[in-house]
């Protein structure tokens, strides 16, 4: 079984903070992770992937396999930051779907 | 326009009956899947689908039932069976292997309201 956990359901900051949206997934095998975000208004779209290793709007995650943790982190939150962020999980051969968190609504006030 | 593309956009239907909700791609993807968003759930998989013929179900698939006779399409009925069918429903379609340019690409989704 295949499961991803965000542990917040809200979080506020304040522009210029430091954020990071928490992951953790529970799978046997190797694992893609993904982050996937949803603007007001918009489709759920990607942000980043671990396999990319890539920086993508100031955000960055790293795949962390010994804590079975993929946290997202901006070092500087801006306001058009807001929106709903999603950890998921893609598993491998039959277990090739697609899982997600139950999401994070971040808030960066001004 | 390469996409995928969910119709119609928002549906009301009277209690008891089935609906079915549209979704279509045309970016050659060979997976498909069909998600329910609800406030503080998350995204919760109903069915997946990696190829043509060829579907499985999710983790809330009861009364759902799908179909995949053509790639480019991944319909979803909402049966009369489903205790609690008001929604947003997400369609998402992805290429099945693993590595860069394989993320799922979503719809706008269609939100289903019975009455």
């Known amino acids: 079984a295949q499961r991803v956990t965000q542990p917040e359901k809200l979080l506020s900051v304040f522009k210029g903070a430091p954020v990071e949206l928490k992951c953790n997934y529970s799978y046997s095998g190797s694992p893609e992770l993904f982050w996937y975000v949803q603007y007001s208004r918009q489709r759920l779209q990607l942000l980043l992937r671990?396999?990319s290793r890539e920086s993508i709007k100031g955000f960055t995650a790293d795949l962390n396999k010994g804590e079975t943790s993929f946290h997202l982190k901006k070092p500087f939150a801006q306001e058009e930051d807001s929106a709903m962020y999603y950890c998921a999980l893609r598993g491998e051969g039959s277990n090739y779907k697609l899982t997600f968190g139950k999401g994070t609504l971040l808030t960066v006030n001004p | 326009d390469g996409g995928i593309t969910q119709s119609p956009k928002y549906l009301f239907r009277k209690e008891g009956q089935n609906v079915t909700l549209s979704c279509e791609q045309n970016?050659?993807?060979?997976?498909m899947y069909w998600y329910r968003q609800d406030p503080g759930q998350g995204l919760r998989l109903i069915y997946y689908s990696q190829i043509v013929n060829d579907f499985q179900k999710g983790d809330i698939a009861e009364g759902y039932s799908v179909s995949r006779e053509k790639k480019e399409s991944f319909p979803l009925t909402v049966t009369s069976a489903q205790k609690n069918p008001t929604a947003f429903y997400l369609c998402a379609s992805s290429a099945h292997t693993r590595g860069p340019n394989t993320e799922a690409f979503f719809g706008q989704g269609t939100r289903l309201t019975v009455v």
């Open positions: 970016l050659n993807h060979d997976a």
């Open positions: 671990h396999i």
